[in-house]
């Protein structure tokens, strides 16, 4: 297989060091530089023309979107990663009109992170995270590139609040799955389904169950 070089840029010096770390332990991966921010990922990317730009999404001086989109209109042939913990659909929305290859979440293992760097490096995207087949295919075909897609029961203002994630374990919860019986359907941590649990409850300003119960049959759930 061919070589790889790949760029990091990252504003956090251990997060840097760890994926140096996992990438150059995969022979075909070569780190040819790191920056700290935007800004150093785009004069990076000028000056060392890597085959792969690993690149956070928030930095101070000028955010990894931004810093992919100028990429993007200066015609590079560098292709990129957004690395985030967000799995939200706008960071999403935003990375792809930008002109990203893929999108991966800061908690992804290494066969998922060599998997997405050898796919986007052979022409392909990739994305991890809490996303679907429609979405991402909407927005690889650059449908709503500058509105994010209406999640389920778009007719309320409460509703739009949550993420279609969010939505689909408040289906879960109203027919009664537990928190582990959800990670297990969607193949997330039980601490994960807990975060969108709270999350969601506290975007619909519900304290309990029979609240969050009151709440969605307003709203159309049930």
């Known amino acids: 297989m061919n070589q790889i070089n790949i760029l990091l840029v990252d504003d956090h010096l251990l997060v840097r060091n760890g994926l140096r ?3 150059e332990s995969e022979p075909n991966f070569t780190v040819v530089g790191e920056g700290t921010n935007g800004q ?3 004069d990076l ?4 023309n890597p085959d792969i730009l690993i690149i ?7 955010n990894g ?13 560098t292709r990129s990663i957004i690395l985030s913990m967000h ?11 930008a002109g990203a290859s893929g999108y991966l979440l800061k908690d992804t293992n290494k066969d998922e992170f060599v998997k997405a760097i050898t796919s986007v490096h052979g022409g392909g995207k990739y994305f991890s995270g809490d996303t679907t087949d429609a979405i991402v295919k909407s927005l690889i075909n650059g449908v709503g590139s500058q509105t994010k897609p209406s999640p389920i029961h778009s007719s309320t203002s ?20 537990t928190n582990l019986e959800i990670a297990e359907k969607l193949g997330k941590s039980k601490r994960t389904i807990e975060t969108h649990r ?25």
């Open 21 to 23: 770390s996992l990438l």
């Open 40 to 42: 150093e990922g785009v």
């Open 45 to 48: 990317t000028l000056e060392l």
């Open 56 to 62: 956070d999404v928030r930095m101070p001086i000028m």
């Open 65 to 77: 979107i931004e810093a992919v989109a100028k990429l993007t209109e200066l015609g590079t042939s």
């Open 87 to 97: 799995d939200s659909e706008e960071y999403i929305l935003k990375a792809i009109s």
């Open 158 to 177: 409460e509703v739009s609040k949550l993420t279609k994630k969010e939505s689909e374990i408040l289906e879960f919860i109203l027919n009664g799955f």
């Open 198 to 222: 709270f999350n969601l409850m506290k975007k619909l300003d519900v304290k309990n169950l029979v609240e969050l119960s009151k709440k969605a049959q307003e709203l159309g759930f049930q």
